[in-house]
């Protein structure tokens, strides 16, 4: 290739590389830019904090970690006795090893409220998540009054894979805990919310 910058195809040839080579570096900055950019917006929906549903296949999980334990193949016998009598060989079967055996703590409701200090007149929200149920489940929010839990007046079902959304006003001032409970009698874990 002649890059003579004398020569008239030279010059020619030097500015088509220049042009090419600065669409390049120009087309890296700003893929690069539009990637950061795109995953600062994932981050910050939180997106990535969502679950694949369940398909139901046997062995597949959700779990980004499980806990694999692994029982003995033989019991250890843990008492020194001393054998004299001369043994014959016996034939045995081969030992194999044991799988693995997967252990899965199941997954709790959440529940989260935001704001946790609100005014009187002010929404409160509530979200969040019963792990393993479906859309159409009938949710129900509960307040703790007097040590005992009373139902709230709003309800809500929830929707696929078992998330739910809804909002509040109370105009009972001080630590309000509230929770939610399922149709399956299956309950959240408390929030409390500070009413002013």
Request: hydrophobic fraction near 30%.
């Amino acid at each position: 290739m002649n890059l003579n910058a004398d020569d008239p195809v030279g010059a020619r040839n030097r500015a088509i590389l220049f042009g090419v080579v600065t669409l390049v570096v120009v087309g890296a900055v700003v893929g690069l830019g539009v990637g950061w950019l795109g995953s600062r917006a994932v981050d910050s929906t939180g997106i990535d904090d969502v679950e694949a549903p369940d398909d139901g296949r046997p062995g597949v999980t959700n779990d980004p970690i499980e806990d694999f334990t692994a029982s003995p193949s033989e019991p250890e016998d843990t008492e020194d006795t001393e054998d004299t009598t001369p043994t014959e060989p016996s034939e045995t079967a081969p030992t194999t090893p044991t799988e693995p055996t997967k252990t899965r703590k199941p997954r709790e409701p959440t529940l989260n409220a935001s704001p946790m200090q609100a005014n009187t007149s002010e929404e409160v929200s509530l979200t969040g998540r019963f792990p393993g149920m479906g859309s159409g489940v009938f949710l129900q929010v509960e307040r703790k009054e007097g040590g005992v839990w009373t139902e709230f007046p709003v309800t809500m079902t929830t929707n696929e894979r078992g998330t739910y959304s809804t909002s509040i006003i109370t105009g009972h001032t001080g630590p309000n805990r509230f929770r939610i409970t399922a149709e399956t009698g299956e309950s959240t874990p408390t929030v409390v919310v500070q009413i002013v």
